[in-house]
């Protein structure tokens, strides 16, 4: 199986601790170090996704809003630098901040070495969506499976599994791509009916999406209602 996997941890912890000396110091003189203090777990995990949104979108609305961007690349192809500035969106100001490589596993994303690389093998929602909930690569209609079709857990299974409530929330409809991705396991993200119907077959709590039966994308009323998912 020629899987690659991508680090995706939940939660990050770094503690440092740094004790500074002058001259000799006895052990009289010296304080026996406090017990460190256990992390208070968080109570609920919010995953808030801009989908389609990079590094490229942030700073255009960064430049379209404050005249200016927090980190800008410069040059031409192949000799590509990045110039950072000062933090524009509340984001960029977050005392933790991690990276993720969402691209397909046949694909690849260098923007800093090439621009063209985007042109190759684009990476599609079902792909994206999969990294970033299970930290596995897979192809690009793959939902919710490696890239040999095998299914991988998501954080919405791993909640249920230990006694917690999962939802997931979106402004496309809950069979689409990537809220779809935090819930099923398919081969095939243009299979909508069997997405929705793992989605309402599963145990979460919460599913909520756009679209109604009574009227079409543009939000005019139909004359017959549509139900296009519903079996």
């Known amino acids: 199986m020629n899987t690659r996997r991508i680090a995706a941890p939940l939660f990050s912890l770094a503690l440092v601790a740094g004790l500074t000396c002058a001259g000799n110091v006895s052990s009289a003189d010296a304080t026996a170090p406090l017990p460190a203090k256990k992390a208070k777990a968080p109570k609920n995990v919010i995953v808030l996704i801009g989908d389609g949104m990079g590094y490229k979108q942030i700073a255009a609305a960064s430049l379209y809003e404050k005249g200016r961007s927090y980190k800008q690349a410069v040059g031409q192809p192949g000799a ?31 923007p800093w070495r090439d621009f063209e690389c985007v042109k190759a093998d684009p990476t599609g929602s079902a792909a994206a969506g999969t990294a970033m909930s299970t930290g596995v690569k897979t192809y690009n209609a793959g939902l919710g499976v490696d890239a040999d079709g095998k299914p991988v857990e998501n954080p919405s299974e791993r909640a249920i599994a230990l006694g917690k409530a999962a939802g997931s929330i979106s402004s496309v409809q809950f069979s689409h791509a990537t809220p779809a991705s935090y819930v099923v396991h398919n081969k095939s993200r243009i299979d909508h009916m069997g997405i929705a119907k793992q989605e309402v077959a599963s145990e979460m709590t919460v599913m909520m999406g756009a679209g109604n039966p009574h009227f079409d994308d543009n939000g005019k009323k139909l004359k017959a209602p549509k139900y296009g998912y519903i079996s």
Request: aromatic share 10%; proline share 6%.
């Open 80 to 110: 590509v630098r990045e110039v950072t500035g000062r933090p524009v969106t509340l984001q960029e100001k977050f005392p933790v901040q991690a990276d993720m490589a969402t691209y397909s596993v046949k694909g690849s994303y260098d």
